[in-house]
């Protein structure tokens, strides 16, 4: 049964560059989140898809977009590239989006904007 | 807001004895789950214990336990017969809507001894 999975492993990219990053759900979940952690700092929510659509968004801007394919795996698109988004970039996926529907995460994509 | 807090940055044990991490957390929800996480420097967090509010007994996960005090939103981890292999930064978190955002506290890291 294979887990989480995310691609790349690690982003090397320059300021104002656009950036994809995918996710693959555990086997059998429809529910996928992503979060961003800083050096040093617990992750942070940035948003979640269920069915395809945007459910609950965190407190981040309008260029941190994403998409859910049919097959629930998602990816995450980050536009105009900060120094400030590099980070560790991870994907959870749930069966569900039950209050205590626990969050099984995938190894992160780590991400440097030059 | 939602907010959750370690106040350990840093936290060492001696192989096979018992060390505790610290958690507080802030919420005017009645129901609410809480998680433990550990990622270790392989960056892959994975859950390691969770608690219903509702619930009153304590969760436990072999050497692993909660010591779970609702009044005092509080909500700590007892590693019991510590391991090398329990190295790594242990985050505390919570979800408390629908669609399971989690909130995670800053993270403590557990280093072990020999």
């Known amino acids: 049964d294979a887990g989480v999975t995310q691609s790349p492993t690690h982003l090397i990219k320059t300021r104002g560059q656009q950036v994809t990053l995918r996710c693959s759900p555990k086997?059998?979940?429809?529910?996928v989140s992503w979060y961003q952690q800083a050096l040093g700092q617990g992750p942070q929510f940035i948003f979640q898809?269920?069915?395809?659509?945007?459910?609950q968004r965190g407190n981040f801007p309008d260029r941190f977009s994403g998409h859910q394919f049919p097959n629930y795996s998602s990816e995450l698109n980050v536009n105009a590239l900060l120094l400030g988004d590099s980070a560790l970039y991870l994907c959870?996926?749930?069966?569900?989006?039950?209050?205590?529907?626990?969050?099984?995460f995938g190894p992160g994509t780590r991400l440097t904007v030059l | 807001a939602q907010t959750v807090t370690q106040s350990q940055p840093e936290m060492s044990v001696q192989e096979a004895e018992t060390v505790t991490l610290s958690c507080t957390y802030d919420?005017?929800?009645?129901?609410?789950?809480l998680f433990w996480y550990k990622q270790p420097p392989s960056r892959q967090m994975i859950l390691v214990i969770r608690q219903e509010a509702y619930k009153q007994q304590n969760a436990t996960e072999n050497r692993f336990s909660v010591n779970f005090q609702k009044a005092a939103k509080s909500f700590s981890l007892k590693i019991s017969d510590s391991q090398l292999g329990d190295a790594a930064m242990y985050f505390c978190a919570s979800t408390y809507n629908q669609g399971g955002k989690l909130i995670f506290g800053q993270g403590t890291e557990l280093s072990v001894k020999p």
């Open positions: 086997s059998g979940h429809d529910t």
């Open positions: 959870a996926s749930s069966l569900g989006r039950g209050l205590g529907d626990t969050q099984y």
């Open positions: 919420t005017s929800e009645s129901d609410y789950y």
């Open positions: 898809y269920y069915e395809e659509e945007e459910r």
